[in-house]
Structures are given as structure tokens and as C-alpha cells.
């Protein structure tokens, strides 16, 4: 295991992405998806050597990157993937479009799970389709799939769902069962399932992270995974995805795409990935996993001890903090008083759907200093 640690404030200011140049510098950004950590070493050298050596044209037509990502899951996740099963575009999102257009026709619905990922809303209606809010049901324990309204949905007709797997913005690793069950569901209604598993490098250990595509044959018929290196080793700028199959009908389904499809993979992209998911960046992510282990647990104490009326469950994977602040009274968005007056800017929870009215999603992956500031900023207001 490597250490990782964050960058300081100082440096995180010269950086150039949206994170850091969203809001003016009395800000604390903790509301987009970017971490605040330096990038693996090989990732690092092999971007060096590309711009060394003018390695900047276009993606080729073979590359390791599919048998690596193979290799990569077969490593930390004990699934068996054909890397001819495998096509590259640019990013998560492009995939699931692609895909939902060629199992959709229009004004089909597609099932989505609130409170999730706002951009799956725009990502169904890009498709051409319309999505049918099925939310997750909270056991008071954890967050799960509501398979008994994702049935009613297929049998109303809707042709396929979304899935976040792991869970965005709750951080949740759905069970070995629930996949099961899902799959079977949507083979019994043949209905297509496009699971995002963006996330699934940044499971916990111990949290049990299963891949749609491996609970059997029934998620084979109708499955699709999109993957990406983006998330766990901070590349959302660089561009490539994997769209990932394990059945005969949606492997020709992905395989018979327009070549531009997949020529919108970037080359640095392609180049960071394949470093990304090499064997030898394992210690590096075993150390970022570390230190999200103690963000999240640091997060819950200082909430605890601070704004005792905050509600928040330790994720299961992931970076990112699903906080109810309905008992503090600051209305159906409380991120916008916040970012107003205690200058940190969060994700604004109503924007995963309904059900996070009251809601906010706070970025824990960055340094214990900033975290800590944070929430003593946000206290600060709730004593107010």
C-alpha cells in the first residue's frame, strides 16, 4: 500500500478544472466528483513519456487497454471478463447513451432509482427516451433496491433501467441478491439493464462489490457495463470508457456501433486507463482506499459532534457524503444557504430527484483539514 495524501490548498488553487474554478477562492469546493490527491505514479509517467515523445495522435485501433481492465477485474473483483466483449468511447455517459439508443426506441421509458446521478435524466431523454422514477427504499439501515416497483414498471411497459452500481449520491454497494433478482426480473420482461459501475474501484473492502454482468446468466442476456478509471484515479478530463458485455446479443449490439463510437476515445485517456488498471497501480489505489476509509469515518465524528441534527450513513464505496439536513430547517435546498453563508459549496441535493429535498453531497475526498473546515463552517451557521 502506498500513502495518499491530499495536496495543500495552496497548490489545489492552481489547478484549472471545474472544481477549483467554479467558485471564488473563499469557497470550499467539496460539491463535483474530482479528488484532491496526486495522480498514481504510473499514470503520472506514462502522461510524461506520451508528451516526451508527441504520443498525442489518435487512439489506435489495438491496444492492452481491454485486456488490462480484464485483468484489473479478475484482480479486484474476482469476475471473468472477455476483453473481446469490450468496446472504449469516451466516457460513462456517452456509453449509456450509446447503448439506450439501440435498446430504446423513442418515448420508451427507462427506469432510473432516486435519488441518483442527476445527469441520468438528461442521459434517458438524449436516448430519445423518457425515465420512470422507481426511488431506492431506505430500510433505516441502508439503501436498496425497490424490485417489486422496478417489476411494475417492466410490466408497464418500460425497456429498460439505469443502474448506479455503486450507488450515486449514497455510496451503496448493491448485493449479490438484489443483482440476482434484478436480473431476472428484466430477463423475464426483456428489459435491458445498463449498469454504471464508475465507482466500483472505490468499493471498501469488505463492502462486497459484485458486477452486474457476474451474478449469472440472466444479467449475461441483458446486461451492459460501463466502466472507467475516471472516478478512483481522478481522470474525468482525460476521456475513455469501456462498455463491457458478457452475452452473444449484446456483444453484437456494441461490436456493431459506428467506429466513431469508439474513436471518440481519448488518447491520453486510453494511456491513463491502461495505467490505471496495471497491476502496478494496486498499491496506490489500496492507499487511496485507506484514506477514504478514515475521510468517511472523520466525516461522521465531526458531524456527530458539530451539527448533531445532520443524518448521514457511511458509505459503502466511493467519496462522497449523502447528507440530510431536513432537521435543520433550511428548507428543500440547503447547500444554497451554505454556499451564502458559510462559503463551502456542496452538491444541491434536489437535484437527484425528490427525494433529496432537504439533501446535501459533500466530496470527502480531499485532505482531513479541509474536511474539518468544512463542517466547522457549516456548525458555525447551524449555531447562528
Known sequence: ??????????????RTSAKWREYPADVLPLFVAETDFPLAPMITAALQRAVAIGDTG?????TP?????????????????????MRSTADVSMGIVEILRRVTSPGDRVVVTPPVYPPFYELVHEAGAEPERVPLLDTGERWELDLDGIRSAFEAGARAILLCNPHNPTGTVHSR????????????????????????????????????????????????????????????????????????????????????????????????????????????????LHTLDQNRTLLHEL??????????????????????????????????????????????????????????????????????EAVERIAALVRS
Request: aromatic share 10%; hydrophobic share 45%; with cysteine.
Open 177 to 288: 441478491e438484489s443483482l440476482t433478482a434484478l436480473a431476472a426480473v428484466a430477463a423475464e420482461y426483456g428489459a435491458s439493464v445498463i449498469s454504471d459501475e464508475i465507482h466500483a474501484p472505490l468499493a471498501q473492502p469488505g463492502a462486497g462489490f459484485t458486477p452486474f454482468l457476474s451474478v449469472g446468466e440472466h444479467a449475461e442476456r441483458v446486461g451492459y457495463a460501463v466502466v472507467s478509471a475516471s472516478k478512483a484515479f481522478n481522470l474525468a478530463g482525460l476521456k475513455c470508457a469501456l462498455m463491457v458485455t458478457a452475452g452473444d446479443e449484446t456483444s453484437a449490439l456494441v461490436r456493431g456501433m459506428p467506429d466513431e463510437v469508439e474513436w471518440r476515445t481519448g488518447q491520453f485517456g486510453l494511456l491513463a486507463a491502461v495505467a490505471s488498471f496495471s497491476e502496478q497501480s494496486d498499491p496506490w489505489l489500496d492507499g487511496l
Open 65 to 85: 487497454l481491454a485486456a488490462t481492465y480484464a485483468a484489473f477485474a479478475q484482480r479486484r473483483f474476482g469476475w471473468q471478463v472477455d476483453p473481446a466483449r
Open 1 to 14: 500500500m502506498l500513502p495518499v495524501t491530499a495536496l495543500s490548498l495552496e497548490e489545489l488553487r492552481e
Open 303 to 372: 458531524l456527530s459532534r458539530h451539527i448533531p441534527g445532520a443524518r448521514y450513513r457511511i458509505p459503502d464505496a466511493g467519496y462522497l457524503a449523502w447528507i440530510d439536513l431536513s432537521d435543520l430547517g433550511w428548507g428543500d435546498n440547503p447547500a444554497r444557504r451554505i454556499l451564502k453563508e458559510a462559503r463551502v459549496a456542496l452538491h444541491y441535493g434536489p437535484a437527484f430527484g425528490d427525494e433529496g429535498n432537504g439533501h446535501v453531497r459533500l466530496n470527502f475526498g480531499t485532505s482531513p483539514e479541509i474536511i474539518t
Open 58 to 62: 489518435y487512439k489506435a485501433s489495438r
